[in-house]
């Protein structure tokens, strides 16, 4: 064996030892060297790697330390969408979504009995991430972003020493997803905060905000300094391996290398669902790591795949949450915030509090319907809760301890912002302010514009929209795209950098999907979900901006509130005359699944029932949707085409009973191709 073999062999053995070492620390919490011989190995690596750089292994744990600075975060495309997980905020609507299962996977009244099996585990409270590994090799690491794109954070995610950077198996997959969430402890949480203090640094709100901060952060040595974690638990894109169940995945996760969380049970129908969560909510206070309450599976994934999905969620998992966090607090006043439609919202300030991980300083009082109904008076007691552990609202005042010095409030009569008049529409709870010219309206309005979901102007925080529209350098969306790096340079705050960066941003959301473009102008009643519906009925600005009410609620899911809401906004001339201006600065990519809408199942409407051979259910609908047609969760008249697999149900007598066309795999592949 010459010198340099002797040396690539040390440096492997090294490799092995420390990243042993690494999954009995920081996994299984449970060290077998001392901190001082863990020190020695890793010296030794970085010594031999530092003279013979060509030695170094993708692999080695040096990399953990960090690498240069980035400028900016790159895009990375998920290859399998990183959807979002409904909410069950009850015992009543968790057990509706037992039920609700049931019917979708065409469990008859005949089997009222029948238990599903599911997985339960904690819903950690952090930032989802995506892993990607190839032949046992963590490649790259992203952030959720908007669940089909996120921000590379590779660099940050090496420096996490729960992250194996080698699968800890002879035979890996050629590729997998791993999805996990970012966590930082409670203690360690608290003493960044204290750290930030004493250097007169921003302090997060709350572990969340501290987590994604950190793993944010264009610099990894950053990132490595601060003790994140993370928990493995979900799936994306797979190839070379498969799993049957949830459980057998996350088993195997632990034996790769990977954490994963310690409370997590198969349950046998929904009783034992209902007895995990209440144990975990008896533990919730002394649990290390934030939680908002326990995320519930189908365990066997094939009926996970037979669900399907709804919207931006998969129809076989939910989130169990537990009831909001409370706590009693004074409303020192009452302030008013004009929305992007012109909404006027009132806004209780009130005396710092504790609440949930995060420290409130305002709570939301909805309208003044509901002010009226709670009866709430500046100087009250209040109790507060966040609303599904996100928005501070007011629960209930205290009026036992009112002193008499408490002060009514009503909405003012004119916008605090502009000063024009309000009105409230009939049938409506909502007060709005009429102007067209209104500036606390056009803040709001730019703010939803550069949102992640939207243009995803990086950067463009709410403070410096308050700037660029108080200054005069922005009056309306065409002119973010007009700035200069010089304009920037003369607000304060702004120096070359953070200007660059800025520019920079607004250049990049010159090139943006059509869905994205429909979402950030702010329609009302239009989410995300609905644009890209109308993105891909449409396929371009023109006709849907000349589409009659009729022709939109001729859209699947399209009703007539959001037809009427969404004809109104482009019928008005001054939203017109906006767009076209913006447009003049964008390019717009259209839906790339068909041409020209020349489809010829465009607006057929398909039901999926049973397991097909060959394709997951998510692939099926995802390959439908791209002809234009769609997918429906049940059978009727207006049904075109069934598609049946193994272990079809009742869909498919429901059918044959409609004279609805029955298809297998086969058949649905040569129609999808032709």
């Not at 009503?410 to 409230?424: I, K």
């Amino acid at each position: 064996m010459t010198a340099h073999s002797k040396v690539a062999h040390r440096i492997q053995e090294l490799v092995s030892k420390i990243q042993h070492h690494d999954y009995c620390y920081y996994v299984l919490d449970n060290p077998e060297i001392s901190d001082a011989e863990y020190d020695a190995l890793f010296r030794e690596l970085q010594n031999l790697e530092n003279k013979h750089p060509d030695l170094r292994l993708p692999d080695s744990p040096s990399l953990r330390v960090g690498g240069k600075p980035l400028d900016e975060f790159k895009k990375l495309k998920h290859r399998v969408p990183l959807l979002s997980l409904a909410n069950a905020l009850s015992q009543e609507e968790f057990l509706e979504f037992d039920s609700r299962l049931k019917r979708v996977l065409e469990i008859g009244a005949s089997d009222a009995t029948h238990k599903l099996d599911y997985y339960t585990e904690l819903k950690f409270d952090g930032l989802s991430v995506n892993l990607t590994y190839e032949s046992g090799t963590l490649v790259s690491a992203a952030t959720r972003g908007d669940g089909e794109t996120g921000e590379d954070i590779t660099q940050n995610i090496r420096t996490i020493r729960s992250v194996p950077l080698r699968l800890n198996c002879k035979n890996p997959p050629q590729l997998i997803e791993v999805r996990g969430e970012a966590v930082l402890p409670i203690r360690d949480f608290e003493k960044l905060n204290e750290e930030q203090a004493k250097k007169g640094l921003k302090l997060f709100a709350n572990p969340r905000n501290a987590a994604a901060g950190s793993l944010r952060q264009l610099d990894p040595k950053i990132t490595g300094s601060r003790p994140l974690t993370v928990f493995c638990y979900g799936m994306g894109h797979v190839e070379g391996i498969r799993f049957d169940t949830i459980a057998e995945y996350q088993d195997v996760l632990r034996k790769w290398g990977f954490q994963v969380g310690s409370y997590r049970r198969i349950c046998h129908g929904v009783e034992a669902v209902l007895k995990f969560y209440q144990e975990i909510e008896e533990k919730r206070d002394s649990l290390p790591y934030e939680i908002d309450g326990i995320v519930v599976k189908l365990n066997r994934l094939s009926e996970v795949d037979r669900a399907g999905f709804i919207s931006r969620s998969p129809r076989g998992m939910v989130a169990f949450k537990y009831p909001p966090r409370q706590e009693t607090t004074t409303i020192e006043d009452i302030i008013v915030q004009v929305g992007r439609t012109g909404a006027l919202t009132p806004v209780a300030i009130v005396t710092p509090v504790r609440l949930g991980g995060a420290i409130v300083r305002r709570a939301t009082l909805h309208n003044q319907d509901e002010i009226d109904r709670k009866d709430i008076r500046i100087h009250d007691r209040v109790l507060i809760q966040r609303a599904g552990d996100v928005i501070p609202e007011v629960v209930k005042v205290i009026d036992s301890v009112r002193t008499g010095n408490e002060k009514k409030f009503h909405l003012p009569d004119h916008c605090p912002v502009c000063e024009s008049r309000v009105e409230r529409k009939d049938g409506e709870a909502v007060i709005r302010c009429v102007s067209r010219n209104c500036i606390g309206q056009l803040k709001e309005r730019i703010r939803h514009l550069a949102m992640i979901d939207a243009l995803n102007i990086d950067g463009l925080g709410e403070k410096i929209i308050e700037q660029l529209v108080d200054e005069g350098l922005v009056k309306s969306y065409a002119d973010l795209f007009k700035l200069t790096q010089e304009q920037l340079m003369q607000l304060q705050g702004f120096k070359e950098k953070s200007s660059s960066n800025l520019i920079h941003a607004i250049k990049l959301a010159r090139q943006s999907d059509l869905y994205r473009l429909i979402f950030g102008l702010g329609i009302r009643h239009v989410g995300e979900r609905t644009a890209k519906i109308l993105a891909h009925y449409f396929r371009d600005l023109d006709p849907l901006i000349h589409a009659s009410e009729e022709q939109l609620q001729e859209v699947h899911e399209i009703g007539p509130e959001v037809a009427k809401s969404v004809h109104h906004y482009f019928k008005d001339p001054q939203h017109l005359h906006e767009l076209h201006e913006l447009l003049k600065h964008l390019d717009i990519q259209a839906p790339t699944q068909r041409q020209n809408g020349s489809s010829s199942l465009a607006g057929k409407i398909f039901v999926l029932t049973g397991t097909l051979p060959n394709l997951s259910r998510s692939d099926a609908t995802r390959m439908i949707e791209e002809t234009g047609a769609k997918v429906a969760s049940s059978v009727s008249k207006k049904t075109h085409f069934v598609v049946g697999g193994t272990e079809a149900g009742s869909k498919l007598d429901r059918a044959r009973e409609l004279g609805v066309t029955i298809i297998d795999e086969a058949e649905l592949l040569k129609l999808l191709q032709n």
